[in-house]
């Protein structure tokens, strides 16, 4: 019987087997510090599990995996409850944690549950898939708030994340950044294009500002008549980007999915990242893009504000409103001194965001410790 703490690791992260090297980096660091099991999802085509994993779905039809996935959960965690018995269980998300506390109940196992706050869960039903969604935001809210009042802690990755908790009256246990697989962003920036090129990498969802931002982009068009803007995402919101497309072909490019690698590429191929969101919890694409010593473009909501400084490694536009994102996206595009200056603050305030596997593994084991 090893004398690790025994943690359960529950989210709705897709992974496939065998893990990519920087995340099995992550996972063998944390097998080295817990008796470690994770519930998650899975890749078709790929094994469902191993000695740490066990992965659902993905479920057909595609429209209902979410749904399968929600409603199957509270009998996987009673199943995995009963049968390793952990400690601890650390779970990502808010709705996510009341199913799985629905299901601690049903296993007759009492570990403690963690509920790991990576944004604002009121996102989901509101800015998230069809306008019908938006029938559940009652339930879904007296749910997550729930979870999170009922939670034995709550963990929080930013000043947004703990803010939005203690708002509800929740003090968290312990506030530090999640890990990010970030090697292929790692190393010396590479040099600005030659021309004026913006970025968008994310979803194609309302919450993500994909309308402001074809509108922003038809302004900036006319505006500057070299620059291009390459979108990397698909979504609900496809068809607007293909209406912005068919409109400018010379001057968007959208790509609907890129490995991260590819990602990488076209940061490197670009002057500045812009992410017009609605909402925003931390903002991985950000890391990623300072990282690469680039500048952002975005909106000054939610965990967005954490990371972009404005008029150091970036700027900061009302959500909403194309015009005023347009008009900093000209102001970036048009000037390469500012782009690079942006950038090289980019590159240095990206530190603070990089953890590695070691030090992220480290305070999730004291954080574990303190509950027992």
């Known amino acids: 019987m090893s004398g690790k703490p025994r943690l359960l690791m529950i989210g709705r992260t897709r992974y496939r087997l065998p893990l990519n090297d920087s995340l099995r980096a992550k996972f063998d660091v944390l097998a080295e510090r817990f008796d470690l099991r994770v519930l998650a999802s899975g890749v078709k085509g790929a094994p469902s599990r191993d000695d740490v994993f066990e992965l659902g779905g993905p479920w057909r039809p595609r429209r209902l995996d979410g749904a399968v996935y929600f409603l199957t959960l509270p009998a996987r965690t009673r199943r995995e409850l ?7 269980v650390l779970v990502q998300g808010a709705h996510e944690t009341w199913l799985v506390l629905l299901g601690r109940s049903l296993s007759g196992v009492r570990p403690r549950v963690i509920l790991d706050v990576h944004g604002d869960w009121r996102s989901s039903t509101r800015l998230y898939g069809s306008p019908a969604r938006r029938l559940l935001n009652p339930l879904a809210d007296r749910v997550a708030v729930s979870a999170l009042r009922r939670a ?65 982009w038809r302004l900036v068009a006319e505006r500057l008549p070299d620059a291009t803007l390459h979108i990397v995402g698909r979504g609900t919101r496809s068809a607007v980007v293909e209406r912005l497309v068919t409109e400018l072909p010379d001057r968007t490019e959208w790509t ?17 990242l812009v992410l017009p969101s609605r909402s925003e919890g931390m903002g991985r694409v950000l890391v990623e893009a300072f990282c690469r010593g680039r500048a952002a473009v975005a909106s000054r909501v939610g965990g967005i504000v954490d990371l972009v400084h404005d008029g150091e490694n970036g700027l900061l536009v009302p959500p909403q409103d194309p015009e005023a994102l347009a008009d900093a996206l000209v102001r970036v595009l048009s000037d390469p001194g500012l782009a690079e200056r942006f950038g090289a603050g980019a590159k240095a305030s990206a530190e603070e965001w990089v953890a590695s596997p070691d030090e992220y593994a480290a305070r999730l084991e004291a954080l574990v410790a303190g509950l027992r």
């Not at 003090?171 to 040099?191: H, R």
């Not at 090129?197 to 969802?205: D, K, N, T, Y």
């Not at 890129?258 to 990602?263: I, N, Q, S």
Request: no cysteine; net charge negative; hydrophobic share 45%.
């Open 82 to 88: 009963r049968s390793k018995t952990p400690d601890a």
């Open 152 to 216: 034995d802690a709550v963990r929080t990755i930013s000043d947004y994340t703990t803010g939005l908790v203690r708002s509800y009256g929740v003090e968290p246990a312990a506030v530090f950044p999640a890990f990010m697989d970030l090697d292929p962003f790692l190393g010396p920036a590479a040099p600005l294009p030659s021309r004026p090129r913006a970025l968008f990498v994310g979803v194609l969802e309302h919450y993500k500002g994909i309308d402001e931002l074809a509108d922003a």
């Open 256 to 272: 609907e999915a890129l490995p991260t690698e590819g990602v990488a590429r076209a940061l490197d191929e670009a002057t500045v």
